[in-house]
């Protein structure tokens, strides 16, 4: 353990974005910010880069060849220690349609994963579980299981979160299914997000799952029903309800640049939120991979359903990291560096309640720190004051 100072151009903090100077970091927590340099310490010189917090991935199903699915301790581990070498120190792994009992082994394994680390652990933290599915319908399946969609069912859920060990911070479903405002009353009642995706509503039968207590989107335009000039569906409830939060993957295919400008100034970047939906071919090379239970192509730094005959259909997911993404939202001109940060960390982490722990430099929080050069390519990543070693 030790007290150093970091010396960047710019400090991404909660109250403002300051201009040089210097944060301290005791042991493995941060310390405060400061204009002149600290006396006595150690400084880490980062001219020329800007420093936020560590970026938290909401929305992710693997890195280097590990799905959450898994049920594996080591492979979440083996994620996790990957994801932090590519600038992501906090995620939240996300499940797939699946059997019942296959889900609850996922939680299962991603608690047991979460209770054995130590401090000296150098891999991004688990933030939460996400269950994206089973509660979707089949006209916007998209890469899920169509075998294994059901109805909400709340008595599921709790089984779910007592695998989880009480980890589950967000819970998808489509707004129109039979069943969905029980589900997302309680479940907000319980201070577990319910986010709208792989839906097919209508915009009232979308609103009225947010006057329910839905409040976040699944990778906003992708699998659910379009904005229409008739109909707004779920893409415009996600533009018109300002307290929502809407994630968009950022890579660039999913959602092209000029939509993903198109959400943001309806939106505001305060709550849109940076997710990669990365598969198990994340940190990967160009190959065959199975995701979620289903047959995927790793092709063209994008992932793609195979088919039968051998082909590739639909897009199955991403391979982006978050780091990526804040890059690119910066070179598409849509945002600036530091909102971009703040999306992919500090709006992230509120989006899924878990602001209280990631997503901010505060002092006597664990010191878990994103630097990116110039140019938005990343610099260096800290994990709990220790510099991630590629």
């Known amino acids: 353990m030790s007290t150093f100072a970091i010396k960047a151009d ?6 403002a974005t300051m201009q040089g100077g210097y944060l ?3 042991d493995d927590v941060f310390g405060s910010w400061s204009a002149e340099a600290p006396e006595g310490v150690e400084v880490k010189d980062y001219t020329g880069c800007i420093v ?24 979440i581990d083996d994620s996790s220690i990957a994801l932090a070498q590519a600038g992501t120190t906090a995620w939240v792994p996300t499940t797939f349609t699946e059997s019942i009992d296959d889900i609850g082994r996922a939680c299962a394994a991603i608690a047991e994963a979460d209770e054995h680390r130590g401090d000296d652990f150098m891999g991004a933290r688990i933030a939460g579980i996400f269950l994206e599915g089973p509660f979707f319908t089949t006209a916007h399946v998209g890469a899920q299981n169509p075998d294994f969609l059901i109805e909400p069912d709340v008595d599921v859920f709790h089984g779910w979160q007592e695998k989880a060990g009480g980890r589950i911070v967000k819970s998808a479903l489509a707004a129109e299914k039979p069943g969905a405002f029980e589900y997302i009353s309680a479940l907000d009642a319980e ?3 319910t986010a709208i995706g792989h839906s097919d509503a209508t915009y009232d ?3 009225a799952a947010v006057n329910a207590g839905a409040s ?32 968009v993957i950022c890579d660039g295919k999913h959602v092209v640049p000029a939509a993903i400008k198109a959400l943001v100034d309806a939106k505001g ?9 990365c598969l198990i071919c994340g940190g990967m090379p160009e190959g065959e991979y199975v995701s979620g239970g289903m047959p995927v192509v790793m092709k063209d730094n994008l992932c793609y359903i195979k088919k039968e005959d051998g082909t590739t259909g639909s897009i199955a997911g991403s391979v982006l990291t978050l780091a990526r993404g804040v890059k690119n939202m910066v070179d598409w001109q849509i945002v ?37 050069s110039a140019d938005m390519t990343l610099a260096a990543t800290y994990v709990g004051g220790a510099l991630v070693e590629a």
């Open 10 to 15: 710019k400090f991404v903090l909660p109250g």
């Open 52 to 75: 936020g917090p560590g970026l938290v991935d909401t929305h992710i199903h693997g890195f280097h060849n590990h799905a959450t699915t898994d049920c594996d301790p080591a492979a």
């Open 336 to 372: 600036t560096a530091e909102q971009a940060i703040r999306m992919a960390s500090e709006i992230a982490a509120r989006s899924v309640n878990v602001d209280d722990r990631f997503g901010a430099i505060k002092p006597g929080r664990k010191a878990d720190l994103t630097i990116f």
């Open 269 to 277: 970047w305060q709550h849109t939120v940076l997710i990669t939906d």
């Open 216 to 247: 976040c989107f699944v990778h906003t335009y992708n699998g659910q029903r379009g904005l229409h000039h008739r109909d707004p569906g779920v893409t415009g409830t996600a533009m018109v309800t300002p307290s929502t939060y809407a994630e």
């Open 24 to 26: 301290t970091v005791v």
């Open 191 to 193: 201070g577990v997000v």
């Open 205 to 207: 039968e979308a609103l």
